[in-house]
């Protein structure tokens, strides 16, 4: 059998043009399998291996307390592995075909409480200079309408509609979307507006702008909440997604409807919004 592990590995160097890093991670899954074949079934070859002696291997790999992640990502190469010996010939069957994983568990969302929140904001808002208000303006938007980092970064002043109460949100795959925003949100973009206006003189069409009146970039934004976010001892993480996980988290603890999270967070599918139902 390693004779064939270090054919498919050199295929996968050659053909496949795969990275060092991944051939290594390869060859030692495959290699486990091959010592796990020696060890407890030796007259077992590549041939003869069916469904039912991979499923051993995952039930061994499990009381050895590995992570479903790590034993997924090892039978994810002996599934390449298989799909290469059926290509060249080496074997009639692919016993991986039925084979299901363990079911990795999805860590809860870091996200932060409307009193938390509260404190961030004073903090951020207590100068009066026009950054530290961008500032504040910005991690509000987040926590209110949870939209994403790049998101922000592209809204133009042409997006917000205070007559509907939305602005209008440019997500992945160009796919736009409306999200409401209160009555106090629209206060504070407007406050903001008038201050950026006196300011700085905005060419760029962007709503959020640095003090030459650029637009923003992503690292920027990052290190700004960052920051901000950094007071909260309790916090395992600190980014704008947080305050994504934090809109989300409070929409549903307030009886939001799932599909309507869904559609205010832009996600193509349920799935994704189903992890914020912790």
Known sequence: ?????????????????????TEISYYKDLHQFSEFLVS???????????????????????????????VNRKLSALKSFYKYLLRIGEV????????????ASKPIP???????????????GAADDFESFRNHVMIELFYVTGIRRAELLGLKDVDIDFG????????????????PVSDDMLLLIGQYMNI????????SGYFFVKKDGEMLYPMMIH???????????????????????????????????????????????????????H
Do not use: C
């Open 1 to 21: 059998m390693m004779l064939l592990i270090e054919k498919y590995i050199k295929y996968l160097r050659y053909e496949k043009n795969y990275s060092l890093h």
């Open 40 to 70: 407890h079934f030796p007259d077992v070859d590549i041939k003869s291996v069916d469904g039912d002696l991979i499923r051993m291997w995952i039930v061994s790999m499990m009381e050895d307390k590995m992570s479903p992640r790590s």
């Open 92 to 103: 009639s069957t692919n016993p991986m075909k039925k084979i299901v994983g363990p079911k």
């Open 110 to 124: 870091a996200f932060v409480n409307n009193s938390d929140m509260e404190r961030v904001l004073d903090e951020v």
């Open 164 to 179: 509907s109460k939305t602005i209008q949100v440019t997500g992945k795959r160009n796919k736009q979307r409306l999200v």
């Open 196 to 203: 950026r206006n006196e300011e700085i003189e905005n060419q």
């Open 223 to 277: 290190r700004i909440v960052t920051d901000s976010l950094k007071q909260i001892s309790t916090l395992s993480k600190t980014s704008p997604h947080v305050l994504r996980h934090s809109f989300a988290t409070g929409m549903l603890n307030n009886g939001a409807d799932i599909n309507a999270v869904k559609e205010l967070l832009g996600h193509s599918s349920l799935a994704a919004t189903e992890v914020y139902t």
